[in-house]
């Protein structure tokens, strides 16, 4: 497993951007992002297989863009028009081995996630 730091949480105003980081402590194969309000299920942001095309959620997909770094350690997220639905804990996770273009969504089969970065939207 490796360890992943997240940063960039705020709070902001609706309709502004967000710029979310996650580092992690080795390489990875498969890195994403994904968020959860407390008392609901994890929601799939978007995912990476390093050196891949991203996969993007069907309802973040137009406001959303990740990249990474050529290292394969780094995966950033950018949050465009933001709204107060998007409020929540916003966490990272990575695998060490490859996935499925299909899969990347797929939380459970992520082995190392981050603390999460807070992201509180007002309207």
């Known amino acids: 497993e490796v360890r992943l730091i997240e940063s960039g949480g705020a709070s902001v105003q609706a309709g502004g951007s967000l710029h979310l980081s996650c580092v992690a402590s080795?390489?990875?194969?498969?890195m994403g992002w994904f968020r959860q309000v407390l008392g609901k299920e994890r929601e799939p942001l978007a995912a990476?297989?390093?050196?891949?095309?991203?996969n993007y959620a069907d309802p973040v997909k137009r406001r959303v863009f990740v990249s990474t770094n050529n290292a394969g350690n780094m995966l950033n997220l950018q949050i465009n028009r933001l709204e107060p639905r998007d409020t929540a804990m916003y966490y990272c996770?990575?695998?060490?081995?490859?996935?499925?273009?299909?899969?990347?969504?797929?939380?459970?089969?992520?082995?190392?996630w981050g603390q999460g970065t807070q992201v509180t939207v007002s309207s």
């Open positions: 996770a990575a695998r060490s081995a490859p996935i499925n273009w299909e899969d990347l969504l797929r939380g459970e089969l992520y082995t190392s």
């Open positions: 080795g390489l990875t194969s498969a």
């Open positions: 990476v297989q390093i050196g891949g095309r991203p």
